[in-house]
C-alpha cells in the first residue's frame, strides 16, 4: 500500500502500469545523479532516494580537489551539463586547483539543470522480493522496484587499522569525520596516511595551529605533473580528459568496457598503480617546512594514557598525542552495505569483498547493478572518481531500454 503510494504521487499511475519498470536509485552523489539523469532522459521510471552531495558537502569548506577541471563532470546524456559549461555560464575561469566551493556550486547548477525529483530519504532496507526487490525507507514508507542501482559511494567503508579498532572517537577519527578542525588548535595530532586525504588533512590541521605529525608506512609521494604541464594542449597524447592515473596507462582505464576486459589480475595491479597513494604538487607549500613527515613506519601499539594516546611506532620510537586522525583511505565491501538485507548481500558474487559485475554494471542478482568505488574491481580506477559517472548511467539505462 505504502509502495504505491509513493509511486503513484510521483509518476502517474497510468505511466507505471504501461512501463512496468521502476528503477529506484540509492544514493544521490555524482554517480546516482547522473544514473537518475539518464533514466530520466529516456522516460524510465526512476526514485532516487539520498541527500544531494552529500559527501563532498560534509567535506572541509576550504579543501581543494585533486582532479583536474576536465575530470570533474558530473556526467549527463547530451554531455552539456559539464563544469566547463558552468564555469562559462557563470564566468568562472578554469581553476588549477579546483577548489570544493566551485565544484559544489556546479553540482547545484547541475541538479537545477537536469530537474531530477530526488526524495531525500535514506533507505533503511533493500530486500529481494519475487523477481523485484522491496526497498525501505528510513521514514517507514517502502516502495517495490523491478531495478535497484547502488550509488551510495565510499562513506560506509573507511579503513580503520587494526591498532585503532578498541579506542573512542575522542582520541581516534577518520578523516571524513572532519568537516573543519578547529577543535584542535593547539593540540598534538598524529595524521596516518600517504593519500590526498592524508597530507590535506595534515595541513588544514596546520592551518588552525594544531601541532601536527605524518606518519605513513611507506615513502611519501608527490604525483609528478610535470609531463601535463610543460606538453600544453599535446598532453592529450599521455592524458585523456579523465585524467586517472599515469601517463599512457591513463588512456587505458579511461574505458572501462576495454579495462572490465583485461584479466583479474592485470585489473588489480593497473588499479593499483593509479590510484597509488600521492599527494597533488599544489599542496607542496602547505606541507614541506610547516609539520613533521615520517615516512616508511607505522603505528604497532595505541594505548590511552593521560587524557590522549601513547603510540609505539615500528622504528622503536613512541609519542605521547591527543589525538589520532585516520587518513587511510576506503576499502569497499559489499558486506559494509548494511541497508542490504544479509540474505541479498550473501547472494551478490564478490571477489576481495567487491560485487562481480558483467558489461552493464549488474551483479550476479539480476537487475541489481553497484556504481561508484564498488564497480573498480570490474572497470577500474575510473569508478572511484567523478570523470566515471558516465559508465554506469549508460550501461543500466541502456540495459533496461533493452528490457533485458
Ligand atoms: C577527501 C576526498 C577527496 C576526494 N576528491 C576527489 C576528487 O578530487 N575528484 C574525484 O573525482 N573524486 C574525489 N573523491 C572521491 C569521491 O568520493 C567520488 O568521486 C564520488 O563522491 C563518488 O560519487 P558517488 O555518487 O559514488 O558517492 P557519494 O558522492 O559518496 O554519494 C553517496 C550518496 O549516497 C547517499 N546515501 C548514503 N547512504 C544512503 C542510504 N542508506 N539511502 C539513501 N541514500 C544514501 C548519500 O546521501 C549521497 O547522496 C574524493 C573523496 C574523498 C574522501
Not at 597533488?280 to 594514557?305: D, H, K, M, S
Not at 559517472?389 to 533485458?404: C, Y
Request: a positive charge.
Amino acid at each position: 500500500m505504502a509502495m504505491l503510494s509513493l509511486t503513484i504521487s510521483r509518476y502517474s499511475k497510468e505511466f507505471v502500469e504501461v512501463t512496468q519498470e521502476t528503477t529506484v536509485i540509492i544514493g544521490a552523489g555524482p554517480y546516482g545523479l547522473a544514473a537518475a539523469a539518464h533514466l530520466k532522459a529516456k522516460n524510465i521510471p526512476t526514485l532516487i532516494f539520498g541527500k544531494p552531495m552529500e559527501f563532498w558537502k560534509k567535506m572541509p569548506p576550504g579543501m581543494f580537489l585533486k582532479s583536474t577541471w576536465a575530470s570533474l563532470n558530473i556526467a549527463d546524456p547530451q554531455n552539456v551539463y559539464t563544469l566547463g559549461k558552468f564555469g562559462k555560464a557563470h564566468q568562472i575561469a578554469k581553476q588549477d586547483p579546483v577548489s570544493l566551493k566551485t565544484f559544489l556550486a556546479y553540482s547545484q547548477w547541475y541538479l537545477e539543470k537536469v530537474a531530477l525529483d530526488i526524495d531525500q530519504t535514506f533507505v533503511k532496507a533493500l530486500a529481494r522480493d519475487g523477481r523485484g526487490f522491496h526497498v525501505e525507507l528510513e521514514d517507514g514508507r517502502s516502495v517495490k522496484a523491478s531495478r535497484v542501482l547502488i550509488a551510495t559511494g565510499v562513506a560506509l567503508f573507511p579503513c580503520i587499522p587494526e591498532f585503532a579498532r578498541h579506542l573512542p572517537p575522542e582520541l581516534i577519527s577518520h578523516s571524513q569525520d572532519h568537516s573543519d578542525f578547529l577543535d584542535f588548535q593547539g593540540k598534538r595530532v598524529v595524521v596516518i596516511g600517504r593519500g590526498q586525504s592524508a597530507f590535506e588533512s595534515a595541513a588544514l590541521l596546520a592551518d588552525v595551529g594544531a601541532d601536527v605529525e605524518l606518519i605513513g608506512r611507506g615513502p611519501l609521494l608527490w604525483i609528478d605533473r610535470r609531463l601535463y604541464r610543460y606538453t600544453g594542449i599535446a598532453r592529450r597524447i599521455f592524458y585523456p580528459p579523465s585524467d586517472i592515473g599515469p601517463a599512457g596507462v591513463s588512456w587505458l582505464v579511461a574505458f572501462p568496457q576495454v579495462f572490465r576486459r583485461l584479466s583479474a589480475k592485470n585489473r588489480v595491479s593497473l588499479d593499483a598503480r593509479c590510484v597509488r597513494p600521492a599527494a597533488a604538487p599544489w599542496l607542496r607549500p602547505r606541507v614541506e617546512g610547516r609539520f613533521t613527515l615520517t615516512p616508511n613506519t607505522c603505528i604497532v601499539e595505541a594505548a590511552e594514557q593521560q587524557g590522549g594516546l601513547h603510540l609505539k611506532l615500528s622504528d622503536g620510537s613512541t609519542r605521547q598525542v591527543d589525538h589520532v586522525v585516520l587518513g587511510t583511505g576506503y576499502q569497499p565491501d559489499v558486506e559494509a552495505l548494511t541497508y542490504i538485507e544479509p540474505a541479498l548481500r550473501q547472494q551478490v558474487r564478490k571477489e576481495n569483498g567487491y560485487p562481480v559485475l558483467n558489461q552493464w554494471f549488474e551483479s550476479s542478482v539480476p537487475h541489481l547493478y553497484f556504481s561508484g568505488a564498488l564497480a573498480a574491481y570490474n572497470f577500474g580506477p575510473i569508478c572511484r572518481f567523478v570523470t566515471g559517472s558516465f559508465a554506469p548511467a549508460r550501461q543500466k539505462t541502456r540495459h533496461t531500454v533493452l528490457g533485458l
